[in-house]
């Protein structure tokens, strides 16, 4: 009675619709298909009388025909990469010609039997580790189903693994159809969805849903960008979004948009205003933050980088060691002494419009010459900009001039008033004082 060593990695997944012996092909020293799967200890089995004769007979499924998703007319496919092999991939028990080792019959090309010696994933298991398919949380359908065929051809490919298409994406597209459908249209997809879905999920099994190779709302985002996980990690001013349901989700979608940063919204403030639409507190320190939404619904003179819809100008959407998540130094106290580095309003604006005494250029708020920016903030114990102005809009007064200033615990008007060439103020820190660039004003009071 003769016997054969049936090696560990027998078949990934079966599909059978017919098993011919090859003649001509002359076997690899090395079989491709081997080094796809981690292999078993070898098992002897009886050729004449395998050792699962007792077992039912189980219907041979077909092949699995994957239909290929419809190219888009002047773009080159996105899908990538190509699994096509240098050589034909051959499964070791089919080039060993000895259709036994998983069918009933000897010749089941001849004899029209196609019957196998046990069910898949069954059959699969006697070479392949069950233990690496099997045992986790969140199983990938065809493989609960045991359709290990529906991916894999159980006798030979002309793509790596044996797959039934020379591309992965073509190949989960093909039942994930909608995904499909959106990532042709989509202009921005993320680039490990353009390389391949199983660069995040496992297409077997994982213990996170989805099968992803790790907790999708953050973790496994920051298995690939690092920085924003050191950054995230060292920034002292917390961005709350990342710490809410769906984490980098809550902005981001994982597979692409039509947007920059895969956003899920067409621009970067409505994107914020998703979330600061109502008042919110800061994780760090507890501060209540305004309903943004209406304070800019009710302030239509915006300022620069609200007008371009472009909050990231100056916040950092991840976190920031600075004030308020900005990207640069900025005072957070009424008064401080001034640093021209201490202050991200000089990104944009010309810096003279502080740093000058005299000035008939940088500045209209001046008295002649006599600079009024200088006089009020360029000083050791100077007003930062915002005890006057609103970064983000105002309706009342020009210039992003606020209707009123808070100073400690009080919130006093300003109680501006412009002219052609100048104008007025009286806070509750002075009485009014007058200010006109063609003829000075000397204020006594």
Known sequence: MRKVLVPAALLSLLLWTGCTTPTKEKAPEESPAVTTEKAAAPVEQNVTQPAAEAAPAAPAPVVAEVPKPKKVEGKEPFFEPNLLSEK????????????????????????????????????????HDKNLKEGKKFIHGPVAAGACTACHNPHKSPNKRLLVVPNINELCTSCHTPKGEFLHKTDNIHPP????????????TEDYKFQLKADGKKDLCLMCHADKKEWIEKAANKHGALNRPNGCQECHDPHGTGQPKMLKADSVMNMCLTCHNQPLKRDEDGVTLINMAKHLQENPDWHGPIQWGDCAMCHNPHGSPNFRMLKK????????????????????????????????????????????????VDKKKGRTCRACHDFHGTKDYPHHLRKKTKFGKINFPIRYIETPTGGSCAPACHARRYYDREKPIVNTK
């Open 88 to 127: 034909e991939v051959v499964h070791p028990p089919f080039e060993w010609g000895d259709c036994t080792v998983c069918h009933k019959d000897k010749h089941p090309d001849k004899s029209k039997n196609y019957d196998l010696v046990m069910d898949t994933p069954d059959l699969c298991y006697q070479c």
């Open 193 to 204: 969805v353009k390389d391949q879905c199983i660069n995040c999920h496992d297409p077997h």
């Open 329 to 376: 130094p900025f005072p957070s106290t009424f008064y401080a002494s001034f640093d021209v580095n201490n202050y991200i309003c000089f990104e944009c604006h010309e810096s003279k419009k502080i740093t000058e005494e005299k000035t008939t250029e940088f500045t209209n708020f001046r008295n002649g010459t006599q600079n009024l920016h200088f006089v009020h």
